[in-house]
């Protein structure tokens, strides 16, 4: 009889509770105004009281992201994207929480299956190009930047990293039109300069490539890779200009503090070129 | 006045309260700029077209409902309906992103709730 009573007590209490429609829209207003951390274990309660809402997985997938719960924010993501939520927000958010969790290769995965179905989302697309630079996939990457460059050619951001990863997969001549592009608009970008005496090492110009080091200097006299490639370059024709430099490098390099190894290599050369005189 | 005769007017005039037609106004403007707050979508809901032109002109028009997937987006605070032919635009709502919208001169309601949306078009402006 008591159990009976129970039940009853239980089934009015349950009826009295709110409905999943109250609890969606609370969950909503939450999420609207970025109170992720309140939105989210009203999702959760959905997930078994409105089991067939598909709003559900995306909204989980973005509000653990938000909130940093990477592996939450993959598990639902892929749950999402199984029942065929495949919106933008779904891929951006996901591949954000896989390079979180340091799942490289998930990662990749969601930026490429997301710049396939979303090829007009810039900031997605850059996101990639980074990531795919970081793990040394100079091919894509450069692939990557190089559409946006030529979408946007005034971009110095998107057109400097499609001239790096040209250069870091070897294609120099590409590398050199971004590189002369950047100057072309900002001459005393120093970074460019470097990158265009780089190339020329590379072309086995060396002459062209000590003028672009120097220019880069001109522009930023604290570059010490310049001055480094330069002094270096310098050794086979003018070893007393090659000495100064090397001496000059040493300085900048102690006051920065860079690695040891870079300090004895300058000091080994100083040695080297004094010894030569 | 009897009290049951003053009991049955208070019917009628609740009744007759009742009947009046409800609003077909819905809120949110015809175009502009709005920042993406959410986005859902609601499988087969039973909704009515209706253009926004006869609210305008205080026609009460036909309600045929009928059966959609409805795409909503919230948009500084207030929920419209996307176009059905803009699910691609839809698909690629970003959170916190401000787009440009404007209607397409259709309102909807919903039959469940009785709720009235306002149905754009995004990124157009």
């Known amino acids: ?277 | 006045m009897h009290f049951v005769m003053k009991i049955f007017i208070f019917c009628v005039f609740a009744f007759l309260m009742a009947c009046k037609p409800a609003s077909l106004e819905a809120p949110g403007s015809d175009k502009g700029f709005g920042t993406v707050q959410d986005f859902s979508i609601s499988p087969n809901v039973r909704m009515a077209l209706y253009s926004s032109s006869d609210t305008e002109a205080e026609k009460q028009p036909e309600l045929e409902f009928g059966s959609m997937d409805v795409h909503y987006v919230t948009l500084d605070g207030t929920t419209y309906m996307v176009d059905w032919s803009d699910i691609e635009d839809f698909k690629s709502l970003k959170i916190g992103a401000q787009i440009p919208f404007r209607s397409n001169g259709y309102l909807a309601r919903e039959e469940s709730t009785g709720k009235n949306y306002r149905v754009i078009m995004l990124n157009e402006s």
């Open chain 1, 1 to 277: 009889m008591n159990l009976k009573f129970c039940l009853l007590g239980l089934l009015v209490l349950s009826a009295c509770g709110p409905s999943k429609e109250e609890i969606y829209q609370e969950a909503n207003a939450h999420f609207a105004k970025t109170e992720y951390k309140e939105s989210l274990p009203l999702y959760e309660q959905l997930l078994i009281k409105d089991a067939n809402n598909i709003n559900l997985y995306p909204k989980l997938t973005i509000a653990y992201g938000m909130t940093g719960d990477w592996a939450k924010c993959v598990q639902y993501s892929e749950d999402a994207l199984q029942k065929g939520q495949d919106l933008y927000e779904v891929y951006s958010v996901s591949a954000l929480c896989y390079e979180r969790l340091n799942q490289w290769e998930k990662a990749k995965t969601a930026y490429q299956v997301g710049m396939k179905k979303y090829p007009d989302q810039q900031t997605f697309h850059i996101r990639a190009g980074l990531l795919f630079f970081t793990q040394a996939d100079y091919e894509t990457s450069s692939q990557i930047f190089k559409k946006w460059a030529d979408i946007r050619p005034q971009d110095l951001d998107i057109n400097y990293n499609a001239a790096v990863s040209l250069e870091k997969s070897n294609q120099s001549d590409a590398a050199e039109l971004y590189y002369r592009r950047i100057l072309a608009i900002k001459p005393e970008h120093a970074n460019a300069s470097f990158g265009l005496g780089s190339v020329f090492e590379q072309k086995k110009q060396p002459a062209l490539a000590i003028g672009f080091y120097e220019k880069a200097l001109k522009s930023n006299p604290e570059h010490l890779s310049a001055l480094l490639n330069l002094a270096r370059l310098q050794e086979t024709k003018q070893p007393q200009v090659a000495l100064k430099s090397w001496q000059k490098y040493l300085v900048m390099a102690k006051e920065t503090k860079q690695p040891e190894s870079f300090i004895k290599k300058a000091e080994s050369r100083i040695q080297a070129l004094k010894g030569r005189g």
